[in-house]
């Protein structure tokens, strides 16, 4: 009976400040499991799977553990100012470590999304500065620190099957501004770069199948990576 009631008290949490002006904390009950907010709060805009349908939440499912602990620490002490992480983050300075590392394990295990197809020469663009980069204006190959599959590793995240769009949008935000903390290296790269070749890189990672053996999630149309 004392679970039912939190989750009783979860839901009525979610119903009261949904998934927008988040600006007031939420207290979430400590004793909660990380799994269960990862499926009664995060699905509402991540998916339960950590697949989301709008581009304007990233996919989580696949993603580097280490990458998620340090998103949501940043959340949590609103290191990470950029509209959207304000907008729909800032609202859970009440998670606990142990929360925090159940909620990136959880989503670290969800099978990774397989890419979906686009504009095959905007892909093919993409590809060549994923990995070879742009050495004329010094940036550095994206395969160098998100792994040849764009799989991620430890702190750097995984890339492959993200939604485009969203990509895009981070890579400005690095560019642009000083909102993203731990992004020294990515700004020193997204500074020498035109928004026309964040989209062509954009495009490339969202076209990657997930690296050979891993499992994924929903299939896709993968002829635009491969011819």
């Keep these: 009976m004392k679970n039912v009631t939190r989750f009783i008290s979860l839901a009525t949490l979610l119903a009261g400040s949904g998934c927008h002006d988040l600006e007031r904390s939420r207290s979430i009950d400590p004793e909660v499991a990380g799994k269960t907010i990862a499926l009664q709060v995060c699905s509402n805009c991540h998916g339960a799977n950590g697949v989301s349908v709008s581009p304007m939440f990233p996919k989580l499912a696949g993603q580097q553990r280490q990458y998620l602990v340090d998103q949501l620490t940043d959340f949590k002490t609103h290191s990470r100012a950029d509209p959207n992480a304000k907008r ?23 099978p990774a999304a397989r890419g979906a197809s686009g504009d095959r020469m ?3 663009q993409g590809r060549t500065i994923f990995a070879s980069g ?9 395969i160098s620190c998100h792994g040849q599959h764009g799989e991620g590793a430890g ?15 981070q890579l400005l935000v690095y560019q642009r501004t000083e909102d993203r903390p731990r992004g020294a290296t990515m700004k020193a790269i997204c500074i020498n770069m035109s928004e026309q070749e964040f989209r062509a890189v954009a495009a490339y990672v969202e076209a990657l199948p997930p690296e050979p053996g891993m499992t994924t999630d929903t299939p896709t149309d993968r002829r635009a990576v491969h011819n």
């Design 134 to 142: 742009l050495p004329d204006r010094n940036v550095a190959a994206c």
């Design 122 to 124: 905007l892909i093919d």
């Design 88 to 110: 729909y983050m800032w609202g859970f300075t009440h998670l606990t470590e142990s929360q925090i590392e159940e909620i990136a394990t959880y989503f670290s295990d969800q």
């Design 155 to 169: 702190p750097n995240p995984r890339l492959a099957g993200q939604h485009a769009d969203y990509v895009v949008k």
